[in-house]
Every structure is written in structure tokens, then in C-alpha cells.
């Protein structure tokens, strides 16, 4: 199994600041890397598919990067709906699995 | 608009049963895999299980293979995740979610708003 570790678990930052999110496999899983956005009392909705092609309707200040085993979610000029918890999945092998999810606030 | 409605949760006590369903719209259903996902109380997300576009290949968890089974019916754009033996730690919202292709190992592109299924004698 595919485990996904992602650092920090929470991050607390100022409007129009950055938000960089780390998601770290136990493996290489090459580009089958894809980060969800989920909001309290929320269904997650797909920000990035394929560690860096964007999605459509998402806001172009998120942006993914990274291949094999690194992988990194950027949010640039933050914005109070940004508020939400962040998770990376991985669909390289059965069984899929999520990160635990990094917490970010805005102040 | 693509619409995934889930439905048949409510409380139900271990080891007993219970049906979900997953009613799609919107988009041609036969032509993408479903995967059911679920979330526990405060906690982060955890894949179920997913069926192909045929329903030919069917995938689970370790921890619920051989109690959970997952189905669907292209005639009626529906999904099913039949659970037996239902334990205290499968307590959680249920989603299912639409793939972005026919086969198993995409990402989850659509979203319902999910059932929640409280496992407590």
C-alpha cells in the first residue's frame, strides 16, 4: 500500500499570503498524484489532477508540482474561501490512498 | 449538470446490514467507474471501493473486503455498496464519487453530498 504523508498539518496564514503543502509517498507513484479541496460540512471537490494539470473552474492561484515521490500543492495569494483542509490521493495502485489532510486557516 | 445522490444511511446497529445507493445524472453513466469513499467523524478520507464502467472489475479496501460489495445497474444509472457485518469503526460519511474514465485508476472528478452511517448498539 501506497502511503502519502503530508507536512504541514496545519497552517495558518494572512490573505494574499502562500500556501505550500508537501505530499510525500512511500513509493514512486510518477504523476498519479491529485490534491482535493474540502470545506466544513463540504464534499471535497478536485483542485489538481496529474500532480500539475489543472482543473477546470478552479482558480488559477492553485498550481501542483512534483513526480515520483514529492509532490506540492501551492496557493498563491491566499483568499478567505481558501479556508478549508487539503488532501493529495494517489491512484497509482490499489489500494487508492488519501493523505491525512493538512488544516489551513486564514487569519 | 453532473448530480451524484446518495442515500440509504441512518443508524444501524453492528453486525447487521445496511444498502446504499447512488443515484447519477447528468452524464452518460455508463461510461465512467464509481467509487464509494468514506469519512469518519473529524477524521480524513478513506477510499472503499470502486467498479468499472461494465461492472466487470470491482475493487475494495482490505478492511471491508469480504463484508462490503459494490454494484451497479446501467439501466437505471445506479450504484449500490451493500454492507454486512457492520462494526462501530465503519461509522462514517459515505460519498460516492465519480471517475474521470471507464477504468478503475483515475481521480474522483464528481462528488455527492454524502450518507452518513452511524454504526452504535
Known amino acids: 500500500e501506497v502511503v502519502l504523508t503530508q507536512s504541514p498539518n496545519f497552517q495558518s496564514v494572512t490573505p494574499k499570503g502562500r500556501v505550500t503543502i508537501s505530499c510525500r509517498a512511500s513509493?514512486?507513484?510518477?504523476?498519479?498524484l491529485h490534491w482535493y479541496q474540502q470545506k466544513p460540512e463540504q464534499s471535497p471537490k478536485v483542485l489538481i489532477k496529474?500532480?500539475?494539470q489543472s482543473v477546470s473552474g478552479v482558480p488559477s492561484r492553485f498550481s501542483g508540482s512534483g513526480s515520483g515521490t514529492d509532490f506540492t500543492l501551492t496557493i498563491d495569494s491566499l483568499e478567505a474561501e481558501d479556508a478549508a483542509t487539503y488532501y493529495c490521493?494517489?491512484?497509482?495502485?490499489?489500494?487508492?490512498?488519501f493523505g491525512p489532510g493538512t488544516k489551513v486557516d486564514v487569519k | 449538470q453532473v448530480q451524484l445522490v446518495e442515500s440509504g444511511g441512518g443508524v444501524v446497529q453492528p453486525g447487521r446490514s445496511l444498502r446504499l445507493s447512488c443515484a447519477a445524472s447528468?452524464?452518460?453513466?455508463?461510461?465512467?467507474?464509481i467509487h464509494w469513499v468514506r469519512q469518519a467523524p473529524g477524521k480524513g478520507l478513506e477510499w472503499v471501493a470502486v467498479?468499472?464502467?461494465?461492472?466487470?472489475?470491482?475493487y475494495y479496501v482490505d478492511s471491508v473486503k469480504g463484508r462490503f460489495t459494490i454494484s451497479r445497474d446501467n439501466s437505471k444509472n445506479m450504484v449500490y455498496l451493500q454492507m454486512n457485518s457492520l462494526r462501530p469503526d465503519d461509522t462514517a460519511v459515505y460519498y460516492c464519487?465519480?471517475?474521470?474514465?471507464?477504468?478503475?485508476?483515475?481521480?474522483?472528478?464528481?462528488w455527492g453530498l454524502g450518507t452518513l452511517v452511524p454504526v452504535s448498539s
Open positions: 464519487a465519480r471517475d474521470s474514465a471507464g477504468g478503475v485508476a483515475a481521480y474522483f472528478e464528481f
Open positions: 447528468g452524464f452518460t453513466f455508463r461510461n465512467f467507474a
Open positions: 467498479i468499472s464502467d461494465d461492472g466487470r472489475n470491482k
Open positions: 513509493q514512486s507513484i510518477g504523476t498519479s
Open positions: 496529474y500532480a500539475s
Open positions: 490521493h494517489q491512484s497509482s495502485s490499489l489500494p487508492f490512498t
